[in-house]
């Protein structure tokens, strides 16, 4: 008998995901089948929770699966809680299973890695199992559960509400129809949209579509059809032959299907707003703001109570729609698709849970294997990272980050080790570094010196000199480190069990980068900072330590030249 946790969705509130990855009819079959399931109270979920409990669910307190115990497998949509109570509390030693989002680089996704990374010791042969559900796929890479189909049905319904209401003169903020009112109501209001804007001023719209034939592009051009609006396909081939893309510019919409790699092309610049565009609103359907994205106009989400950037042309301005959780607004049609596709391997998974013996299915051995490297892989970079900050800052030299990582990964390509081999090489590195720091601030010693050497004999292999452009890193990373032994002293353990404490030292670290990166008027916040926590710490016993270290933050970020003694 397996148990499963359903943690309720807090990420993004107000704005939490109300999707479910199984109906209660698909629980009450877990349950006859010998597992316990159980359910955290939501009331936002799009299966009300008495239907839970009649399936035969037990209902528990929001947040209860972090006591849950370590055998249970703690499953949910969107990613790992942002409340204080569970943003500094490790380990996580249950089975977690959730959309982390991991391979993508986005922010929100980085943090769950880093939070999986600290929490567990990935120098183990045997890690506490992470499946992150976008890696659940089969022997030929394919997903074998996705909400894709309604995240592009979603993407266009919403590109074309704002497109009717752009042309009938209304104005942003432009609001996401109401989900309540069901699928069928929205469509249905978007239909008559249409027909009011054409009967208006005799205007149809045309979209053209990136990579119609994926599961989020099939979603997009279902509604099209649905709706009789005139769309142009575009597949592989009419992106693989350079940069750019005009055709884009003579079509009322785009919808971006296309999935996210460092590799695609930029479909639209800020160049292309210069020129004269039909354009008028991009639904960016994959929406992965950031360098990569092939949508290079902004840099942001947006949200359904702002459903858009208005972004300025040389004709006016286009809308451009990044809403990153689409499937929420078709959230019962999107549960019930995703659901029937998962469920089997849910029932799998549970079925083959035994302390004893190994029956994992295969999806999600290949899910753990690929979630446990992403995160070893982001352990074994940090550390080596960590390596040559401390070896640069010994050593008084500079440091560019961009520089250093393409040096790292050219190093890590020239000397190919496993993810236990790369995990426990960088651990040695992470060690061998504070070595050379105990060195230049403690003095020497034969261990100390030898590991000093291997040190050295490293740097010079992979050229760290080249890597000395920037100074201002180095004294980031002495910030961090700053950070990282206060709060294992008595007094930083103080600060993270006091509220308003905790919330400064975090205020005053980032006020401290904000320093170092010639921010206007963080010096001063800075000082505010430290005489409110004069204040606060008044009555506690570790109070001058702990007004010690916010002021050696202080200190390090407005003297960066004490960083090169």
Not at 75 to 94: A, D, M, S, T, V
Not at 241 to 265: A, M, V
Not at 334 to 344: G, K, L, R, V
Not at 441 to 449: A, L, V
Request: with cysteine; net charge negative; proline share 5%.
């Amino acid at each position: 008998m397996a148990k499963l946790w359903l943690r309720v969705e807090t990420y993004g509130k107000p704005d939490a995901d109300t999707r479910a990855p199984f109906t209660p009819a698909q629980a009450k079959s877990l349950i006859d089948n010998g597992h316990e399931i159980f359910v955290e109270k939501a009331p936002h979920r799009v299966f009300p929770d008495s239907e839970y409990e009649q399936a035969g669910c037990k209902i528990m307190e929001p947040g209860s699966w972090y006591t849950a115990p370590e055998d249970a497998f703690i499953l949910g949509i969107k990613y790992l809680p942002k409340e204080e109570r569970f943003e500094n509390q490790f380990p996580l030693p249950q089975k977690l299973i959730y959309f982390a989002h991991a391979w993508n680089g986005d922010d929100d996704g980085e943090r769950s890695i880093s939070r999986l990374e600290e929490g567990r010791d990935l120098y183990s042969h045997k890690p506490t199992p992470f499946y992150d559900l976008e890696d659940l796929v089969d022997h030929t890479g394919k997903r074998v559960a996705a909400f894709g189909y309604y995240a592009g049905y979603a993407g266009t319904l919403l590109s074309l509400h704002v497109w009717c209401l752009k042309e009938v003169g209304e104005k942003p903020p432009y609001r996401s129809p109401d989900p309540a009112i069901g699928k069928e109501a929205m469509v249905q209001k978007v239909r008559e949209r249409l027909h009011e804007v054409e009967q208006r001023t005799g205007k149809k719209p045309t979209a053209l579509v990136i990579a119609p034939n994926g599961r989020c592009g099939k979603g997009a051009v279902g509604l099209l059809k649905e709706l009789d609006v005139k769309y142009t396909p575009w597949i592989r081939e009419h992106t693989s032959n350079g940069h750019r893309f005009p055709e884009i510019l003579t079509h009322d919409i785009l919808l971006n299907c296309i999935s996210f790699s460092p590799d695609n092309p930029k479909f639209i610049t800020k160049s292309d707003l210069k020129k004269d565009m039909q354009l008028s609103v991009i639904g960016d359907i994959s929406c992965y703001p950031g360098p990569d994205n092939p949508i290079d106009i902004y840099d942001d989400i947006t949200s359904y109570h702002n459903l858009t950037h208005t972004i300025q042309t040389k004709n006016g301005c286009v809308e451009v729609i990044a809403v990153e959780n689409l499937p929420r607004l078709l959230a019962r049609e999107a549960s019930i698709e995703y659901s029937s596709m998962f469920f089997p391997h849910i029932k799998a998974l549970l079925d083959g849970a035994d302390k004893d013996k190994d029956h994992t299915p295969i999806v999600w051995k290949r899910a753990a294997e690929t979630s446990y490297k992403i995160i070893a892989g982001a352990s074994t970079i940090k550390d080596l990272g960590m390596s040559i900050s401390l070896h640069c800052f010994s050593q008084g030299y500079k440091l560019d980050t961009v520089e250093a990582d393409r040096m790292l990964m050219q190093w890590l390509e020239r000397n190919p080790l496993s993810i236990t081999e790369k995990a426990g090489f960088s651990r040695f590195l992470a060690d061998g570094s504070t070595q050379v720091y105990k060195i230049r601030t403690e003095g020497d010693d034969p261990t100390s010196r030898l590991r000093l050497s291997t040190m050295e004999q490293w740097a010079d292999e992979i050229d760290i000199k080249s890597l000395c452009a920037d100074t201002r890193i180095v004294a980031h990373h002495s910030l961090e480190t700053e950070v990282e032994h206060f709060l294992r002293s008595t007094a930083g353990k103080m600060v993270m069990k006091n509220a308003g404490l905790r919330k400064a030292y975090m205020e005053i670290l980032d006020a401290g980068h904000n320093v170092l990166n010639g921010h206007a008027g963080a010096r001063e916040k800075m000082d505010l900072i430290v005489d409110d926590v004069a204040k606060l710490t008044e009555t506690l016993s570790e109070d001058q330590l702990i007004l010690e270290a916010f002021t050696s933050i202080r200190t390090l970020s407005s003297n960066p030249r004490i960083l090169n003694r």
